[in-house]
């Protein structure tokens, strides 16, 4: 072969990948010209068409999704449109502190301290976020007439850290996660009256509650929140996915420890951009301005499928098949994770969470202790909960 030939075989190879890429990005950025709309604008629309609105918020840490709800709540444009705000991360155990607090005459977040540290994990839900958007929900209602009043509804199963002693108490209530979707379905349908009021809503939670349709490799369902309304209540439900980064699964850990409820501990994951960063290439050529675009008949709805479900799924699962649209906020470099209260940290609460905490860590509190500083849970408890404010999100970078 001429020894010119393969320098010029490999130029033209770059040639053509970087045309293709660059082809790729004008297709997204076609999209977003032809069919994105301003994100309050879309909602609105797809409120009109829709009885619930399904938010996936890609993490539950994230700042600026928060931000948009509130927006959402102060909206002219959708006031009255909204009913009801229901919460995945939030335990049905909390909704009489969750009524006392928006109906209370004075904006008292202490009456919201027991339904904080009841979470999952035993350490308490402490993203600033949440507050934030009860005392949004407060305020509003505040100054409308009672039948314009917002409800938050919190709809993740119940957990009663008082009924849990040991690890194998806390593994059987692992187990009823099981029909956690199933259960957080029935409690929105329930509340809306099976869709039969009139009434509207909006759903935030996190990734796989809010696919729709996907499927495993053998072409049976994943039963999550928005499938049973997909498949038993169509045309009801629209499902968005808010940008942030995308949790890309690698393999399944082979392990014996203790498993996480939300999965994550058992799994080798990263996080990454979708479709090797060409959404947010095209984002940034629309000037990263705040855009809401459908997936139907869209190269973002084609995009293959990255996500919860994809070690096992059917060939040619596209995003579509997962939500029913998206919406762009903030550039990448500039999204962040909630701040961090601490005002749930009372001296009531101390000997709780210690109970907890060794329960949840067994043989290996005195190594949790030594990985935060500690010697003590004393020591532990008087510095671990500091106020954190709003950081950047650099999960990219880790």
């Not at 301003?38 to 890609?58: G, T």
């Not at 379905?185 to 509340?191: F, K």
């Not at 008949?297 to 997962?322: I, Q």
């Amino acid at each position: 072969m001429n020894k010119y030939c393969m320098p010029l075989i490999f130029i033209i190879m770059n040639i053509v990948l970087v045309n293709a890429q660059t082809s790729n990005v004008d297709n997204y950025l076609k999209d977003l010209k032809t069919y994105g709309q301003d994100p309050i604008d879309f909602v609105n629309n797809a409120l009109s068409k829709n009885d619930l609105i399904v938010f996936d918020d890609a993490l539950h840490s994230a700042y600026e999704p928060f931000v948009f709800y509130n927006q959402l709540i102060s909206s002219k444009s959708l006031s009255g449109k909204i009913n009801f705000i229901f919460l995945e991360a939030i335990n049905t155990t909390a909704q009489p502190a969750i009524d006392r607090f928006l109906n209370s005459k004075t904006k008292d977040s202490t009456i919201l301290i027991k339904a904080f540290q009841d979470d999952y994990s035993g350490m308490g839900w402490r993203y600033q976020t949440y507050l934030d958007l009860f005392s949004k929900v407060w305020e509003h209602n505040q100054v409308v007439p009672d039948f314009l009043k917002i409800k938050v509804i919190a709809v993740n199963p119940p957990i009663y850290w008082e009924a849990i002693h040991t690890w194998k108490d806390y593994e059987l209530f692992q187990n009823t996660l099981k029909s956690r979707d199933y259960f957080m379905y029935l409690e929105i349908l329930n509340n809306m009256d099976g869709f039969t009021s009139g009434k509207k809503g909006i759903f935030l939670t996190n990734t796989r509650h809010a696919y729709k349709n996907i499927r495993n490799s053998k072409g049976k369902l994943y039963w999550n929140t928005t499938t049973f309304f997909d498949q038993w209540n169509p045309g009801k439900v629209y499902s968005i996915r808010i940008h942030n980064v995308t949790l890309s699964i690698d393999s399944v850990k082979d392990t014996a420890k203790r498993k996480s409820t939300d999965g994550l501990s058992e799994m080798v994951y990263n996080w990454i951009k979708m479709d090797n960063g060409d959404w947010d290439s095209a984002f940034a050529l629309n000037d990263n301005k705040p855009v809401a675009v459908p997936f139907k008949n869209t190269k973002f709805g084609s995009t293959t499928y990255v996500g919860n479900h994809m070690l096992n799924v059917a060939p040619k699962t596209r995003m579509y098949d997962a939500y029913d649209a998206l919406i762009f906020l903030a550039p990448m470099t500039n999204l962040h994770f909630s701040a961090e209260f601490n005002y749930i940290y009372t001296p009531e609460f101390k000997p709780e969470l210690e109970r907890r905490l060794r329960l949840l860590k067994g043989n290996d509190f005195e190594e949790f202790l030594r990985k935060n500083n500690a010697t003590t849970f004393e020591e532990y408890f008087k510095n671990g909960f500091e106020y954190v404010p709003i950081t950047k999100n650099n999960l990219l970078n880790e």
